[in-house]
Nanobody
Framework: QLQLVESGGGLVQPGGSLRLSCVAS????????IGWFRQAPGKEREGVSC????????KYADSVKGRFTISRDNAKNTVYLQMNSLKPEDTAIYYC?????????????????????WGQGTQVTVSS
């Protein structure tokens, strides 16, 4: 079964940090561009950050630049999203998605987001 599984979400105070993980099973992430997306209640899905298959290209939404870092460990078939200096407006369900490596990070992250495979999401809540 081909699937992506996110983990690492939770409740954190403003200014805190979380690291999300996206693990693939049933296929190898080496051949895929990966994106992290989020959707808050009543809002459209937003591309947060995307990374190329090699890790050489990344893209970030303006709202998270300087605070979030995307990375990947192809040996572990895992992509990470390190989130620092979290704000209440970062509260959302976070999803990872995978699309064939021919997809650029710009195309991957452009609304409404692309992905042949999607995870089920992990909730991130930033609140005091």
């Amino acid at each position: 079964q081909l699937q992506l599984v996110e983990s690492g979400g939770g409740l954190v105070q403003p200014g805190g940090s979380l690291r999300l993980s996206c693990v693939a099973s049933g296929f190898t992430l080496d051949y895929y561009t990966i994106g992290w997306f989020r959707q808050a209640p009543g809002k459209e899905r937003e591309g947060v950050s995307c990374i190329s298959s090699s890790g050489g290209s990344t893209k970030y939404a303006d709202s998270v630049k300087g605070r979030f870092t995307i990375s990947r460990d192809n040996a572990k078939n895992t992509v990470y999203l390190q989130m620092n200096s979290l704000k209440p407006e970062d509260t959302a369900i976070y999803y990872c998605a995978a699309d064939p490596r021919s997809t650029t990070v710009q195309a991957m992250c452009a609304p409404p987001g692309r992905g042949r495979y999607w995870g089920q999401g992990t909730q991130v809540t930033v609140s005091s």
